[in-house]
């Protein structure tokens, strides 16, 4: 019993150290039909075809928005990537997204700090084998999204070097993404990623 009393410090050790880098549930507000966030609004990003309408206050992300140091953030490639719409769907966020089969990396000058980054996923199909990293920290490992659901995922993240790079692939099919928003915080809080099943 000695033996197993003494493993426990350092299974707990490793619980806490496996819940780093990961997610917590995120918030859609389908009211007004708006991402739930704290702290300042730094970018709001729509992905989507510049012919979807473009959520209040966001700015728009198209499949051929590329990066330059003078605008502050895009694509660093776009080939391969597509965009599109679903007239069907409510709300402006989730109604378009941006995707690819190839991997995609989306880069955004900030000032150093810490942010909540706060995704929001949908697509009329199942999309089973996402990755998504965060400056080559990996967040999200052959992660599900389950057709006709929307699923809003919030992290806290620190740049200290002021650059943010996120890359995002699938393994099978396509990935998908909607909306980003990011906002300044004064602290970061615990660093904890969950998915929450919103309709």
């Not at 979807?52 to 502050?72: N, Q």
């Not at 009329?124 to 999204?145: G, K």
Request: with cysteine.
């Amino acid at each position: 019993m000695k033996k197993v009393s003494l493993l426990w410090p350092l299974l707990l050790f490793l619980q806490i150290t496996v819940l780093a880098g990961l997610f917590k549930e995120g918030f859609y507000d389908f009211n007004k039909m708006d991402l739930v966030t704290v702290g300042e609004v730094v970018y709001a990003f729509d992905f989507g075809p510049n012919s979807a309408p473009l959520a209040s206050g966001y700015t728009k992300v198209t499949d051929r928005t590329l990066f330059t140091l003078e605008k502050g953030f895009g694509w660093l490639r776009t080939y391969g990537l597509l965009a599109k719409e679903f007239i069907s769907v409510s709300g402006d966020q989730k109604k378009d997204y941006v995707g690819s089969s190839q991997e995609g990396v989306f880069r955004i000058i900030l000032d150093p700090g810490i942010y909540q980054l706060t995704f929001l996923f949908h697509d009329l199909i199942s999309r089973p084998a996402i990755d998504l990293a965060i400056n080559f920290e990996l967040f999200l490992e052959q992660w599900f999204l389950p057709s006709l659901r929307t699923k809003v995922l919030v992290t806290d993240f620190e740049t200290p070097g002021g650059i943010l790079e996120i890359r995002i692939k699938a393994s099978k099919g396509l990935w998908v993404i909607n909306a980003l928003v990011i906002t300044k915080k004064a602290q970061a809080s615990c660093r904890i990623w969950q998915d929450i099943f919103l309709g």
